[in-house]
């Protein structure tokens, strides 16, 4: 796992076509940006997390 620090308005790019945007950072809270193409699939982990305790 790659653990990067990133500021408001700096960002990641993930291949050449995805880009992970910090838009906002307070008292522990990040808000996100992805931009990625429309057939590609984004979950929040609890999502996933919650189909896995189900199984």
């Known amino acids: 796992m790659l653990v990067l620090g990133r500021k408001p308005g700096e960002y990641v790019m993930i291949g050449e076509d ?30 996933t997390e919650q189909q896995t305790s189900r199984a």
């Open 18 to 47: 995805i880009k992970v945007k910090v838009i906002k950072s307070e008292d522990g809270h990040l808000r996100l940006a992805i931009q990625a193409p429309k057939d590609l699939m984004i979950v929040r982990g609890e999502l």
